[in-house]
């Protein structure tokens, strides 16, 4: 029996920060989606738990066992008392240490799979509490949907599908040190925002995230600069509804209202910046929310 799984890009539409709690993490608040790009995992029988990587980013990446797959397959493994091997491949599309939760998707991912491969079939709330062990954003990346997050990362709400709307991802290629970041850390909106309500339309959810941000957005620019230009760049792009950088970065997005003007922006930029990552996608739709 052979599993496959996929691994989407996790994007924060916007990300407010709290104050610094007793445990060290700051309180969180975003609202979180997904799309329809990302890395994937694949089963295959074996006698012991192994990786292997392969993908466009597969160079960056160790197959060793600080890599948070294995540490996923072998924290699932310990909660259900089993000792089971398993092969486990990992196509690498995500840039690593981007913002988008390629790693905690990763190992999401592997929770979700190993789960069925190894006919536990845990639920998603218990997945998610072994996730919590595993990384702040893994717990939200178990259930690929909109969600509504709070705490460090593991306080999540399901929320209706948001409106159908085209994505540009773009990675400069710089790794942004997430500590670094905090610690330029000025200005912050704080968590007392409530869950939104279903947005109506496209139109609705970008005005609801013009007033929003991402309070890391600022320190991330000081400590990488070259994020502004990409956020400029993708601002101009014609079409593009709303620009801001997920996570702490470095990868950015702009909102389009049709796939057309998310490719032609894509297609813009890598024809201006070839390094730079680009991709065009959208929002996950729930059919591929669901898997």
């Not at 079409?239 to 702009?254: D, E, K, Q």
Request: net charge neutral.
């Amino acid at each position: 029996m052979t599993i496959e799984a996929e691994a989407p890009a996790k994007v924060n539409l916007f990300l407010h920060v709290g104050q610094k709690r007793a445990d060290g993490y700051h309180a969180l608040q975003s609202l979180v989606t997904f799309t329809e790009v990302g890395d994937e995992i694949a089963l295959s029988p074996g006698g012991a738990l192994n990786l292997a990587i392969r993908g466009p980013f597969a160079t960056a990446l160790a197959a060793d066992a600080d890599n948070l797959v294995l540490k996923a397959a072998r924290a699932l493994a310990a909660h259900a008392g089993i000792a089971r091997g398993a092969s486990i491949s990992l196509t690498k599309n995500l840039p690593i240490a981007s913002g988008i939760g390629g790693g905690s998707a990763d190992a999401a991912a592997t929770l979700r799979s190993l789960s069925r491969f190894w006919g536990l079939n845990l639920q998603p709330d218990v997945l998610r509490k072994i996730a919590e062990t595993l990384g702040s954003d893994v717990p939200v990346c178990v259930s690929c949907g909109t969600q509504w997050m709070e705490g460090r990362g593991e306080i999540l709400t399901a929320l209706d599908p948001l409106p159908a709307m085209a994505m540009v991802l773009v990675n400069p290629g710089v790794k942004v040190p997430t500590p670094k970041v905090f610690a330029a850390l000025k200005q912050r909106r704080g968590t007392d925002l409530p869950p939104p309500s279903k947005f109506a339309s496209a139109a609705d959810l970008v005005a609801y995230l013009k007033d929003t941000s991402n309070d890391l957005e600022a320190p991330a620019r000081a400590v990488a600069p070259v994020i502004g230009e990409v956020l400029t760049v993708l601002g101009a792009q014609a079409g593009a509804r709303l620009t801001r950088m997920s996570g702490s970065g470095a990868t950015c997005f702009a909102l389009f209202d049709s796939d057309e003007a998310a490719a032609n922006a894509a297609t813009a930029i890598r024809e201006r910046h070839a390094t730079w990552w680009t991709v065009a996608t959208k929002i996950a739709n729930p059919a591929s929310e669901s898997r």
